[in-house]
């Protein structure tokens, strides 16, 4: 009867227990990486788009302030401006943050006019 009952336990174990733990194994894996991918995703947009307004802050205080003062801030300097802040950008954009941009956003270029013009209207109001 015991040689039996262990027989029918490990039956059980084989079938049923091991395959169980490899999926729950599998599935916590895939969850695990989804949640690390998306903490890393968070945490690089929240570092490009600080980096995005340090660098319309940065322009407005060195640049446009100046201009705005003198009267000569035209929209040839606020092409200029532009310009200036989303090449400060992009230089201290890591290329992680650039591909996630790129990857999960679209094109970098459109993504970086849209922040700058953002952070302006947060500087104005």
Same mark, same amino acid.
Do not use: H
């Given at each position: &009867?015991?040689?039996?009952?262990?027989?029918?336990?490990?039956?059980?174990?084989?079938?049923?227990?091991?395959?169980?733990?490899?999926?729950?194994?599998?599935?916590?894996?895939?969850?695990?990486?989804?949640?690390?991918?998306?903490?890393?995703?968070?945490?690089? &947009?929240?570092?490009?788009?600080?980096?995005?307004?340090? =660098?319309?802050?940065?322009?407005?205080?060195?640049?446009?302030?100046?201009?705005?003062? =003198?009267?000569?801030?035209?929209?040839?300097?606020?092409?200029?401006?532009?310009?200036?802040?989303?090449?400060?950008?992009?230089?201290?954009?890591?290329?992680?943050?650039k591909n996630y941009i790129s990857e999960n956003y679209?094109?970098?270029?459109?993504?970086?006019?849209?922040?700058?013009?953002?952070?302006?209207?947060?500087?104005?109001?």
């Amino acid at each position: &009867m015991n040689q039996i009952l262990l027989n029918v336990l490990a039956t059980v174990v084989t079938c049923i227990i091991l395959p169980l733990i490899s999926f729950l194994g599998l599935k916590l894996t895939q969850w695990l990486n989804t949640k690390i991918k998306n903490d890393k995703g968070k945490a690089l &947009m929240e570092k490009a788009t600080q980096i995005v307004l340090d =660098s319309v802050r940065c322009v407005f205080q060195s640049y446009v302030e100046a201009l705005k003062k =003198s009267g000569g801030f035209d929209q040839k300097a606020q092409i200029y401006a532009f310009n200036l802040a989303k090449d400060t950008a992009l230089k201290q954009l890591g290329d992680d943050a650039k591909n996630y941009i790129s990857e999960n956003y679209g094109d970098l270029q459109d993504w970086l006019k849209t922040e700058i013009e953002a952070s302006i209207n947060k500087l104005k109001n």
